[in-house]
């Protein structure tokens, strides 16, 4: 017997086609309306060529990014305390692409009518690639304007940050060409609680605004401890404020930032996140004293915004890759995107997408009116309400795509088990879901003209009848403050759904908006792939396929 007639028992079939290679903006119909109606088609180019880098190199850079992660290194071989963080090699491309692409400095560069939203679109793209280097490209980011309130410190660190060159070298800000910077706030004993923080500042001179001061304490997740800088709470005789705290002191020297050690994660391994500790360590007083909260959240504000893009450009990327799947592989003889109950799945998926970016990219729209009084109002309630919702419903969104592509989506080949790793995170980061729920009150009841803004951005219903009867009921919940904390998750997801399905309306494609409305807003299913009989399951599907 000829043993090499056994060597091959079958000819491998029904196999889907790779998915890398594909341009991710120019597969995605839904992303360029988006961007074109909120003005910015003038970076049309610029996103097609970003997407086809991040579809490609950077998908693959983001496998090995992940695969190898970050190591923490105490001291070097003499035994010299040293407090570096190893990326590979994969982690810088990523970032160089980033930066260059002005993802941390664009909208700050050149305030044209659209820059927020050509940033958020690029960011878009480049999270779906990789999602842990967004971390310190959106800290960068947000960092802007909070630096801007202490003129003096943002002369000297600005031109570095927004540079557009990405320059990881660890040495101090004066021999650089770019600089990243981080976010470093919470304590062990207080979490999200920064007023139960006990790291103190002591000044080294006169004290105030702009003055130096040493830090002691320690921070219990201090993301990208690599960064060139970062800005952090402690407390002064006038209680808590903002500073920014460099990895160097001016005469070069190391400051007195030392790592503890990295956490181990449940996903977003690319990124080093971190516990520090400030031995001493030399910063500058950011803001009015006392007010570091506020001062801070100048930043924050933008890193949740960031969380929603995060997480719309996650289950995109998921969906993308189950319709891809879906359109390739056969059961029973059928393509299974041509079969009824798998397009009532994908069309569901592919609905909860499109809502997602919708208000994504109308909150762009809003940073780049804010000098408007009701956009500016719009960004400081739906920052919150966004970042609730979208995030809460990424990752039962991203399982659900998981489960189109059955076995295939639960293993590391692919990238499904990455993206489901870490869809919780930008739930968890910058405030859990009840911080957003119980500040989207806090701005109702508090901050005048917020309300009005609400129900004015809501309007009667655009001519829907569904719609203007859940607009009646969100004005009668919150009418009635009785246990109002406890009904805030309601509340909450109420307005999110109310704002998609508004502004799907109002972009004008009916099989889109009424299938929302009808799913979300009717009383259907629950699960996924429950939507009510008469939607055209199949044109959804293909204005999201590839």
């Not at 790592?259 to 690319?270: E, F, P, T």
């Not at 995109?316 to 319709?323: G, V």
């Not at 109702?444 to 803004?453: A, N, R």
């Amino acid at each position: 017997m000829n043993l090499n007639t056994y060597a091959e028992t079958h000819e491998v079939t029904n196999q889907v086609p790779p998915f890398e290679g594909t341009n991710l903006y120019r597969a995605d119909l839904p992303l360029q309306q988006w961007v074109k109606r909120y003005q910015a088609g003038w970076a049309d180019t610029a996103l097609s060529d970003y997407g086809a880098k991040a579809g490609d190199e950077l998908m693959q850079a983001g496998f090995l990014a992940n695969e190898n992660k970050p190591v923490f290194r105490s001291h070097d071989r003499y035994g010299h305390r040293i407090d570096v963080v190893d990326f590979h090699p994969a982690y810088h491309d990523l970032m160089s692409a980033g930066v260059a692409a002005g993802i941390t400095s664009a909208p700050w560069n050149n305030a044209q009518p659209g820059a927020q939203v050509a940033r958020a679109a690029t960011m878009y793209l480049h999270n779906q690639a990789e999602a842990g280097t967004s971390c310190p490209l959106t800290m960068t980011f947000a960092c802007v304007p909070a630096l801007k309130l202490q003129p003096d410190l943002a002369e000297h660190w600005l031109p570095k940050i927004l540079s557009g060159v990405y320059d990881p070298r660890n040495l101090p800000i004066s021999e650089k060409k770019g600089a990243t910077i981080g976010m470093a706030m919470t304590e062990k004993q207080g979490g999200t609680d920064v007023r139960a923080n006990t790291t103190k500042a002591h000044p080294v001179g006169l004290g105030g605004p702009g003055q130096a001061y040493e830090l002691v304490g320690h921070k219990w997740f201090c993301s990208a401890p690599m960064c060139d800088a970062f800005l952090t709470l402690a407390y002064t005789d006038k209680g808590l404020s903002c500073f920014l705290l460099p990895r160097h002191r001016p005469d070069g020297s190391r400051n007195q930032f030392y790592i503890q050690r990295l956490k181990n994660k449940l996903g977003n391994w690319a990124n080093a996140s971190s516990e520090v500790e400030y031995r001493g360590a030399l910063a500058w007083m950011v803001g009015e004293e006392g007010r570091g909260v506020p001062t801070i959240i100048e930043m924050v504000a933008l890193t949740r915004f960031d969380c929603m893009i995060g997480s719309s450009s996650l289950m995109r990327q998921a969906l993308s890759q189950a319709i891809h799947h879906c359109n390739h592989r056969q059961v029973g003889g059928r393509v299974l995107s041509e079969q009824p109950l798998m397009q009532n799945v994908l069309a569901d998926l592919a609905l909860e997408s499109e809502a997602a970016l919708a208000l994504t990219m109308r909150m762009g729209h809003a940073l780049d009116n804010a000098h408007d009084a009701h956009e500016e109002k719009f960004a400081r309630l739906v920052t919150a309400i966004g970042k609730y919702w979208i995030c809460k419903r990424a990752p039962a969104m991203i399982n659900e795509a998981q489960e189109c592509m059955g076995g295939a989506g639960y293993v590391e080949e692919t990238i499904l088990p990455r993206l489901y790793r870490e869809a919780p995170v930008n739930s968890i980061w910058e405030g859990s879901g009840n911080v957003q729920c119980l500040d989207v009150l806090r701005a109702l009841s508090k901050e005048p003209g917020v309300l009005d803004c609400l129900y004015s951005e809501l309007g009667d219903g655009h001519g829907n009848a569904a719609l203007q009867r859940h607009i009646e009921q969100i004005k009668r919940d919150f009418a009635n403050t009785e246990d109002i904390q406890y009904r805030a998750r309601q509340l909450t997801e109420d307005v999110a759904v109310a704002l998609q399905a508004r502004l799907l309306l109002e972009a004008g494609n009916g099989t889109v908006s009424d299938a929302f409305i009808q799913s979300r807003l009717q009383g259907h299913g629950r699960a996924f792939g429950t939507l009510p009989p008469g939607v055209d399951c199949a044109a959804i599907v293909v204005r999201s396929s590839l």
